[in-house]
């Protein structure tokens, strides 16, 4: 029998736990869509991909990423 074994270390996925902000999700979000052309229907891509970004960028300085300005 084998055994296996649950890593220690804090995984790479992103905190699901971790609140960011609405606005910051909404801006990251429409940024994407911007550089994409503006292509109908991406919204909840855009919106999913922004918020997956952002949890990952928090989770490794620890706060919530300043919104770039154009």
Known sequence: MSRVS??????????????????????????????RGRPQGTEKQDWLEAEAELRTEMNRTGSVPATQRR
Not at 6 to 21: G, L
């Open 6 to 35: 649950t890593p220690t270390t804090p995984s790479t996925s992103a905190n699901p736990s971790v609140k960011i902000p609405h606005e910051k999700i909404a801006s990251r979000a429409f940024d994407k869509w911007c550089k």
